[in-house]
């Protein structure tokens, strides 16, 4: 847990370049200042998870300016607002900050977005859409690259419907340390499953937290420079029931890549889908499942440091891993593990129809999803 103090203004300008079109200039000096953030918060949120750590949390806890100035385009020629049926939209953002606008962090970040509609309002509607955005870091606090708040991530209700929210992507893998890690097979416990390492080998990064279920990891997403997404979607009646409920099957495919030098199209997720939206007067309302292909992937591990406590304090577990029992807490201090681990399972281990639809990912949301 950790405090964000940030003040600031926001300074903007618009030309309309005709019918529901307009450039905007903008400009949003911050004062940002985080509290109370651990390592493991600044490894996990900022990926910042490197051997000067100490040095990264300090430099970011202490206030510091993120100003950029912004060029923005947009051209609406859809029929409709919520429900368009015909036309298309386009959007662009192209985003700098440096010393010369008074920003800690410099940067030129470029994030573009195109969505196009063919069909009639009743009755069959194609929706297809193209979104982009990479960010170039020019400066700022060494080994931490594009700021945290100017990261890309995908995944979500408007976004790869196959994923939930943010979950694709670049991502690390988080794990508690007392119980999971360090406690071993002890009859005395409840647990009897967890790596068994010994506290010296937690702290080391030597613990190998392979052998644990996967359910017992929390995915971290830590976004990246380059993101690209692509949607189709068929948007159509359903006979049998009201004019105000409609169905749709989609395609959504996208992947976000933690630097420029890491682009590759074959990294690029496909998940396809289904959904209902009922037109209600606030908007449609909108359920979706996706189906995720996701296969296995090496991924890295983080924890906290452990260290001794006594009985009765806040956090202390009883942990036995071979002899002999001791009292351990969780620190503040971060550590990553060596290996990685093999998280996921590819589409050959599907075996039954529980596991074909645990791959199913639901979201529920107003609104159409582009």
């Known amino acids: 847990v950790f405090v ?3 003040r600031g203004a926001y300074v903007s300008v618009s030309r309309s370049l005709g019918r529901n079109a307009a450039l905007t200039l903008a400009y949003r000096p911050e004062l940002t200042e985080l509290q109370r953030a651990s390592e493991l918060t600044f490894c996990v949120n900022f990926l910042a998870c490197a051997e000067n750590i100490e040095e990264l949390s300090d430099a970011l806890s202490e206030p510091h300016w993120l100003s950029p100035l912004t060029l923005s385009y947009t051209m609406d020629r859809t029929d409709a607002l919520f429900t368009p049926s015909r036309g298309y939209i386009l959007r662009a953002d192209l985003e700098y900050a440096s010393r010369s606008t008074g920003s800690d962090f410099a940067y ?12 009639e309002p009743e009755g069959l509607i194609l929706a297809a859409r193209v979104r982009g955005g990479i960010g170039w870091p020019h400066e700022g606090v060494s080994g931490i690259g594009l700021n945290p708040q100017k990261r890309f991530f995908a995944g979500g209700p408007n976004s790869v419907r196959g994923f939930d929210q943010y979950r694709l992507g670049p991502t690390l893998l988080g794990i508690d340390a007392v119980p999971w890690l360090v406690d071993g097979d002890d009859p005395a416990t409840e647990r009897a499953d967890g790596a068994g390492c010994t506290a010296a080998a937690v702290n080391a990064g030597s613990c190998d937290a392979g052998m644990l279920a996967s359910g017992l990891f929390d995915l971290r997403p830590s976004g990246g420079e380059v993101l690209l997404e692509g949607n189709l979607e068929l948007r159509f009646p359903i006979p049998v029931l009201s004019g105000r409920v409609r169905g749709a099957a989609f395609v959504d495919a996208g992947q976000v890549w933690t630097s420029r030098d890491d682009v590759a199209l ?32 090496s991924l890295r591990v983080i924890t906290t440091q452990v260290a001794s406590c006594k009985a009765g304090q806040p956090s202390c577990e009883r942990v036995q891993y071979r ?10 201090d971060v550590t990553l593990l060596n290996p990685r681990v093999v998280y996921g ?16 990912k639901l979201h529920f949301s107003i609104g159409q999803a582009f």
């Open 323 to 332: 002899e002999p029992r001791d009292f351990l807490t969780n620190t503040d």
């Open 266 to 297: 074959a990294g690029v997720v496909t998940t396809p889908g289904v959904g209902l939206r009922y037109y209600s007067p606030i908007g449609p309302i909108r359920l979706d499942a996706a189906f995720n292909p996701r296969g296995p992937e």
């Open 108 to 119: 030129t970040r470029l994030l573009g977005e195109g969505s196009a509609y063919m069909g």
């Open 345 to 360: 399972s590819s589409l050959d281990e599907i075996d039954s129809v529980s596991d074909f639809f645990r791959r199913f």
């Open 4 to 6: 964000r103090f940030a």
